[in-house]
């Protein structure tokens, strides 16, 4: 992707916030002196993040992946060259951080329909990242695939995950019984020395492995091996990908609230947590963008729901993230939206320019209620729908706020990342929580050790058999 400075500002996504103001929603809306008087919690939460920029101990290592990784890049690149050559499916196993953002960026920049092109219009093998464990969907992976002609890249910074850990066990089996070497089909991606891929590859000769770094969460990791392998398997180029998040880092340098984006975002969200706003909706106005929602679901639940502060004290913060889909939930959520409680900001992703414009011709010249739409482009229609539905929230007195994408491309998305990652650590910082640990989720994992019987968890086993169903309570 040529990125000339011209380019470069020509894709620049912006931050609209008109619709979170009391000048445009009254009585429900964020005044001024609001704002200004959170200005000091902002520039303290932008100190807190750029002062332990790419701390590792402080899992912050994230901030520094645009810019730290040409030779991770280009090995992945040669990688990614050979993989495209010599199968004919790229399966990710894995799941949250390992799965969600390939499964997003996949989505985001490849043919909607990648999988059922015909090989020639593909730029890399078919595509499919398993993030469950569910038995259906794993045997029918099975009948759609040659495990013989298949990539896996398993992806697990611990290695300990039952989820993934479990799919590779039937995967490695079955490549055995094949008679495949396990080294010649499967990736890792993975902590560079702790954990057990560490060890199953020493054990099986060395399998090609990728480091997730100490410093990077899985849900800060699309921009490290985990995203940028599977991404240049399907031919996305990775390098305007890291370009764009290097971007917005430099558009969100500045402390001062009204001239960073980011810190604006987290500011107002963090104002209307305090009010009672705890469901925040994301809803691109994109079918390219649908999975940036699952993306940032995790990233702003597991990061913002915690507990206790970082001082001990307890809190119990956090936004309940909703997906939703432009225009198709407007059938279904927004009338929700429109008149329900008042207890949600809703975050729209509108498009200036989408890849395809689609005419919708002239006909049904006798039904006015069809003929209106015929000399108009889809686009137009659905940008239509965009502005009517923020109009109509707005109207109704609901906080509502646009990211706008001039394009959806690697630049551009590169930028939308890394605005969310950012705004996700300053509303952290902001809540005086820990943004980069996830205690509820290895509770759950724990459990199900405990479950199934992992060596170690016995107690807990015993305790989980006692609170199984009453059946007092089963009708
Ligand atoms: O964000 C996170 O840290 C989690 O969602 C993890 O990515 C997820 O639990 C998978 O963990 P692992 O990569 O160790 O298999």
Redesign the pocket.
């Known amino acids: 992707m040529k990125l000339t400075d011209e380019r470069r500002k020509e894709l620049r996504i912006t931050l609209d916030y008109t619709n979170m103001t009391d000048k445009y929603l009254g009585g429900k809306g964020i005044s001024e002196k609001t704002i200004s008087a959170h200005k000091k919690l902002a520039k303290n939460a932008h100190a807190y993040v750029n002062s332990n920029r790419g701390k590792d101990e402080l899992f912050m290592g994230w901030t520094e992946l645009p810019y730290n990784q040409s030779e991770i890049v280009a090995d992945i690149l040669t990688t990614a060259k050979v993989i495209r050559r010599s199968f004919d499916a790229f399966v990710v196993l894995?799941?949250?951080?390992?799965a969600l953002g390939p499964s997003m960026a996949f989505n985001a920049l490849c043919h909607l329909h990648y999988n059922d092109l015909p090989k020639s219009k593909r730029k890399g093998p078919k595509f499919y990242v398993e993030d469950n464990v569910d038995p259906v969907r794993m045997k029918e992976l099975l009948d759609v695939i040659d495990v013989e002609r298949t990539c896996f890249n398993v992806?697990?910074?611990?290695?300990?995950?039952s989820e993934?850990m479990a799919q590779y066990l039937i995967i490695s089996d079955l490549l055995k019984k094949a008679g495949v070497n396990i080294r010649e089909n499967v990736i890792f991606t993975t902590d560079a020395k702790r954990g057990n891929l560490v060890k199953i590859s020493r054990e099986l000769g060395g399998v090609k492995s990728y480091v997730?770094s100490d410093g990077v969460?899985?849900?800060f990791?699309e921009l490290s091996p985990v995203g940028l392998l599977p991404a240049a398997v399907c031919g996305i180029d990775i390098k305007a990908l890291l370009k764009g998040a290097a971007f917005m880092d430099k558009l969100c340098k500045s402390s001062d609230v009204y001239k960073n984006p980011a810190l604006m975002a987290a500011t107002l969200q963090y104002i209307a947590m305090q009010d009672g706003k705890n469901i925040g909706v994301l809803m691109p106005y994109s079918d390219n963008l649908r999975y940036v929602s699952d993306w940032y679901a995790?990233l702003w639940a597991?990061s913002l729901g915690k507990n206790v502060t970082l001082d001990g004290k307890p809190c119990h913060v956090g936004q309940t993230p909703v997906k939703a889909l432009g225009v198709t939930d407007q059938h279904s959520q927004v009338q929700l939206y429109t008149e329900g409680p008042f207890d949600k900001v809703v975050t729209f992703l509108s498009v200036g320019s989408y890849k395809e414009k689609t005419p919708i011709p002239h006909g049904c010249e006798n039904i006015p209620d069809v003929a209106f739409l015929g000399g108009h482009t889809m686009e137009e229609l659905i940008q239509a729908e965009n502005k009517a539905t923020a109009y109509a929230l707005t109207k109704a007195g609901r906080l509502n706020y646009t990211i706008n994408l001039p394009e959806v491309n690697e630049f551009t998305l590169g930028q939308l990342l890394f605005f969310f990652e950012l705004q996700t650590a300053y509303a952290g910082a902001m809540f005086n929580i820990d943004t980069f640990n996830?205690p509820g989720?290895e509770a759950g994992?724990k459990a199900t050790f405990a479950l199934l019987g992992k060596p170690g968890y016995e107690l807990q086993r015993s305790d989980l058999e006692k609170a199984s169903s009453d059946p007092d309570y089963i009708i």
């Open positions: 894995g799941i949250g951080g390992s992806i697990s910074k611990s290695g300990a995950t993934t997730l969460g899985g849900r990791s995790q597991e996830q989720v994992k």
